[in-house]
């Protein structure tokens, strides 16, 4: 069998160079924060960030210097407010100037989708009467072949790496994901190397029991990383919620460039990996965000012997 099994320093290491285009996707859910925090601790440079929503994760990172530009559609802190690093950055070039290039969600939407299905474009209307177009030089418009009128197109996007999370994967990368599932799985195909973090390393045979929850075959997998409580302080169905207390809390230590450098330092630099994080958070916080439990029916899928 390939065991893909790496800790997540080796995983950033090994996949993350200066300049790539780096996607740590999960809408709302399932947010890579443990693989952000990582390339920030190896110092990483130049990266060109990709998400639906930068969310925490990237105003951390854009904080810690480490990209150039962001490719992104909703800019903000769910249920808060501003994302303050983001703002510096674009505004004042603090802690370095950061291009952006943005789109609606079905615009990052479809240009997943061209990129998984190695398309040369995806067509949508919904840019019809918006600003964006005037705003992103890479929304185009085309006639449609078929004679009803002009549709807007985006060009595909293939990731250098993505970092996806999930709850549970074989040690060949065969993952499973439930919930809220975003574009995990048109991102895993889209991307050049993709690495998997999840809450639980299965047996194969616990994939093979239950087939149609298997989004990402492993065979486009490069790497899994076995990080519990990795997406924290968004959550993973079935796993634990979401911490809306250190959203809260990253609003107001970010709104100074002091008191965020005093964060990064505190909880990224200051620890060593996510084990010394989640024993820094404590257990208590752990268990508050407990998701309880509401099971799904079992099904039979048959066999042949």
Do not use: C
């Amino acid at each position: 069998m390939n065991n893909k099994l790496l800790t997540m320093s080796e995983a950033v290491s090994r996949f993350v160079n200066d300049g790539d285009s780096v996607a740590i996707e999960g809408f709302t859910a399932f947010i890579g924060f443990a693989a952000g925090h990582e390339m920030i601790r190896q110092r990483k440079q130049d990266l060109t960030l990709i998400r639906m929503t930068p969310d925490l994760i990237y105003d951390q990172m854009v904080a810690a210097g480490v990209a150039r530009k962001m490719i992104f559609s909703y800019l903000g802190n769910p249920g808060v407010g501003s994302l303050y690093a983001i703002r510096r950055a674009v505004e004042k070039g603090m802690p370095r100037p950061l291009e952006i290039e943005e789109y609606s969600h079905f615009g990052m939407v479809g240009r997943y989708i061209a990129g998984a299905s190695n398309l040369p474009f995806f067509p949508l209307r919904s840019y019809t009467g918006s600003d964006m177009p005037a705003a992103n030089p890479n929304i185009k418009f085309v006639q449609s072949p078929y004679g009803d009128g002009e549709i807007a197109v985006v060009p595909p996007l293939k990731p250098d790496v993505a970092f996806l999370h999930a709850q549970r994967a074989d040690a060949q990368g065969n993952t499973q994901l439930w919930g809220l599932l975003g574009m995990q799985k048109e991102i895993a195909f889209a991307a050049k190397k993709v690495v998997v973090v999840v809450e639980e390393v299965v047996d194969e045979e616990v994939i093979r029991r239950d087939p149609n929850r298997t989004l990402i075959p492993g065979l486009v997998v490069n790497a899994v990383v076995h990080e519990p409580y990795g997406a924290h302080p968004s959550y993973v169905q079935g796993y634990y919620d979401r911490d809306n207390a250190f959203y809260l809390d990253w609003s107001e230590r970010s709104k100074t460039v002091e008191d965020t450098e005093a964060w990064l330092a505190e909880w990224v630099y200051g620890v060593s990996n996510r084990a010394a994080y989640l024993q820094k958070l404590g257990q208590e916080r752990l268990d508050s965000l407990n998701a309880g439990e509401m099971w799904s029916e079992a099904v039979n899928y048959g066999r042949y012997d």
